[in-house]
Nanobody, 117 residues
Framework: VQLQAFGGGLVQPGGSLGLSCAAS????????MSWYRQAPGKQRELVAT???????NYAGFAKGRFTISRDGAKETVILQMNSVNPDDTAVYYC????????????WGQGTQVTVSS
């Protein structure tokens, strides 16, 4: 399984940015698809998760500003970030756990998001 993330870059405070991550390989109906982030000098933290049944979960800082969704046909997870602020500056990583029955999981390579004027 390979994960390819797209969409990072520089965005102004208050702006919006979308990230996407496509999974490829012998994989379908992925159980868990998530976005994590890691800011300089900080631990990696969960941003948002979507399960194959459609439920979603957000970190407190993401609620009301970020939206996670998936395109099941393309095995792609999308993170739409609105009203960003400098604290959102980090490397964003996608994460998938393909099966409910196995703890096997995969990480994408990370994409840099910088919020600055």
């Amino acid at each position: 399984v390979q994960l390819q993330a797209f969409g990072g870059g520089l965005v102004q405070p208050g702006g919006s940015l979308g990230l996407s991550c496509a999974a490829s390989g012998s994989i379908s109906s992925i159980y868990v698809m998530s976005w994590y982030r890691q800011a300089p000098g900080k631990q990696r933290e969960l941003v948002a998760t979507t399960l194959s049944g459609g439920s979603t979960n957000y970190a407190g800082f993401a609620k009301g500003r970020f939206t996670i969704s998936r395109d099941g046909a393309k095995e792609t997870v999308i993170l739409q970030m609105n009203s960003v602020n400098p604290d959102d500056t980090a490397v964003y990583y996608c994460y998938v756990r393909p099966s409910y029955y196995s703890a096997l999981s995969y990480w994408g390579q990370g994409t840099q998001v910088t919020v600055s004027s």
